[in-house]
């Protein structure tokens, strides 16, 4: 048992469904939160367990520098070590070698680059990237590919989808090879709630870079080489978000409908209810959380920047319309009084709010879809009941 | 109604008690964890409610800086303003003039300061400290004092000394004549709760720097001008424990007993116990927060510095003995790790934790006495079961 995906209601494009994960149900469309370094910055995991959280990301470039893959294999996997009992995805690393490495490397073996905490010099393949994914044992890996930089030319976003296609290749090969060594399966506590073994799923990742047609071809042959669901990358690295939107949509007409679809790295509140309509089953993003720690944060009536000095008196709570602990019980003035002295509550309590909003948004989201209101998503989900 | 004491148990010296405050009761011997600037930092309220707090500090003259007083009370107060409904002191800010002014200048009127924010000048006098305690609506108030700076000879304490005497009575006089400005009762929330207006209660403060004689004097004289409660300042200003412990011990033996004992900015766990067997009421003191913030937790087993290697697949929890959250959830390899990698999440939790075992360390205290137990409290306090 990897993972399970049920759908269990599709309106024209958009679907709900569940994912089984060895760490638990994920309901989708699902909108996961980064924890870089196994932890969201400044949300203690009793709270993303409170706001309803069921999967986190974590990023295995960052915990392959520190801690170490083998210090969290030892601690036996991402789990137990950051003691968050449901499911986690990671990434492959490829894309932070991509966006914080000037000096990086890239042959057919793979990728020499060098940390941006000391400038040591590392090393990634196909192979060792999954060797570093099976020891973090998150529930949902991903194959390593190269994120195709924008603008590029014809040939070289073709030389880079062939790439990608032939370390998802090897990077199968050495999944399949080595599922067994996940380290909470040697522990035997998944293996002891479950008839067979579980082990990781490892999905495998579209590029094509802002062509449709190498869209489709990298669509094709990543289910050629077959996974349990498919992620598309190499999107919002630069390009206009109306081209985004195209790429995404013509992409996933190429993906087979029983499979998870994960549009990695997006987007704005209205962005990711857009791809939700679209068919994307699993979206992640920094801005909710990096936004919070600039003050900036998303309410059902806008955007609000609370460093701003007409928040100074401001009595009411962030969002009148928000049930999260932050709106229940902080003011604005607080809140903009905590930015404004670099307290370090202001960065825990406006992300509180930051994912509490995205997190409800997917949710009216999946119910509206239940609901089969497809149609009607975008003015059900952004106008809500007034106090 | 400003302020009831009511002295439940006494063995010896050491006594057990309650503060009745217009924001809630407060088991004595309490110690209160520091909100420098309406926040501990790292901690929402709604832990710090979790960790039993009854009663926080607050600093005037950061508040006054920032956001200033008249924002605070246009916004009802101190206690509406960070929505903490529990007991608030404030002191008067008299210690972070001389702490963190080089170039204050002092005269009878009062002092002259810079800003550590903004090199701005300032000024405080025991009137106008008051009427910005006032504003911030504590329950507890501080008389404005000059801390007199340790070594001093004889004639600078008694000069200093006096002036502190001076200051107290002007401050009473202030607040005698303004005390019906408390933002909660213009707005009316306490006095529907009470037969009579809720007022806040004005403490002294004993100073005398390291000389018995002196102590005495300023203790008897403060007591002349009449306070619902005695504060012990001037110490932990750089003079050795053990004389800060006799002096301790030589002031409380001229105050009186019906009343409640503040020692201020102490101490150690070692220490709060120990001064709580001497007869002391009230204890604060930055040293679990700004410890914790440096990766210094304190356990029942002793000190742990939780930036150290050793702790890198450390799978066992910060401390064995301890019930807070962070021990029940987190081994010592992530809190070390989130240290390593300066996530913001560090702070929080080591927080939580140093501030869990103060106030067990109290909260144990308490529960000796009740019992009797005076003579053992040390034995009693310090050897948990082991598991």
Same mark, same amino acid.
């Given at each position: 048992m990897s993972l399970t995906f049920h759908l269990d209601f599709a309106s024209s494009e958009a679907r709900a469904g569940r994912l089984i994960t060895p760490h638990g149900e994920v309901e989708t469309p699902v909108f996961m939160p980064v924890g870089t370094v196994a932890s969201v910055k400044g949300v203690p995991q009793e709270t993303l367990e409170e706001l309803g959280v069921q999967i986190l990301l974590a990023n295995t470039y960052h915990l392959y520098l520190r801690p170490g893959v083998t210090t969290v294999r030892q601690m036996g996997g991402l789990h137990r070590f950051m003691a968050w009992p449901r499911a986690i995805l990671t990434d492959s690393g490829g894309f932070q070698v991509f966006s914080l490495n000037d000096l990086r490397k890239v042959t057919d073996e793979g990728v020499t680059f060098r940390s941006h905490l000391d400038g040591s010099t590392h090393f990634f393949s196909p192979e060792s990237a999954m060797e570093a994914q099976i020891a973090l044992g998150a529930d949902i890996i991903m194959a390593f590919d190269e994120c195709t930089?924008?603008? +590029?030319?014809a040939a070289r976003t073709r030389a880079s989808m062939e790439l990608t296609l032939r370390w998802a290749e090897r990077s199968k090969k050495y999944f399949e090879d080595h599922?067994?060594?996940v380290p909470w399966n040697a522990a035997g506590e998944i293996a002891r709630a479950t008839p067979v073994p579980a082990t990781q799923a490892l999905f495998g990742i579209v590029q094509g870079g802002m062509d449709h047609k190498l869209r489709r071809e990298s669509a094709a042959r990543t289910v050629e080489i077959g996974f349990p669901g498919y992620a598309i990358g190499?999107?919002?690295?630069?390009?206009?978000r109306a081209l985004t939107r195209e790429i995404v949509e013509a992409t996933i007409a190429h993906l087979p409908s029983d499979k998870p679809r994960y549009l990695m790295g997006v987007g704005t509140p209205e962005e990711i209810v857009d791809y939700a309509c679209l068919g994307v089953d699993m979206m992640d993003c920094v801005l909710p959380t990096r936004a919070a720690r600039h003050g900036l944060l998303f309410t059902s009536e806008g955007k609000v920047s609370?460093?701003? +000095?007409?928040? +100074?008196?401001?009595?009411?709570?962030?969002?009148?319309?928000c049930g999260c602990r932050v709106c229940r019980r902080y003011s604005r003035a607080y809140l903009r009084h905590l930015y404004a002295s670099n307290e370090v509550l202001a960065q825990g309590l406006n992300t509180v709010h930051n994912l509490s909003f995205y997190l409800d948004t997917m949710r009216r989201v999946r119910h509206a879809i239940r609901l089969g209101e497809r149609s009607r998503f975008l003015s059900d989900v952004w106008s809500r009941p007034k106090p």
């Open positions: 930089e924008y603008p +590029a030319d599922k067994a060594e190499g999107l919002s690295v630069g390009e206009p609370i460093k701003q +000095a007409r928040y +100074a008196q401001d009595e009411t709570p962030l969002d009148p319309n």
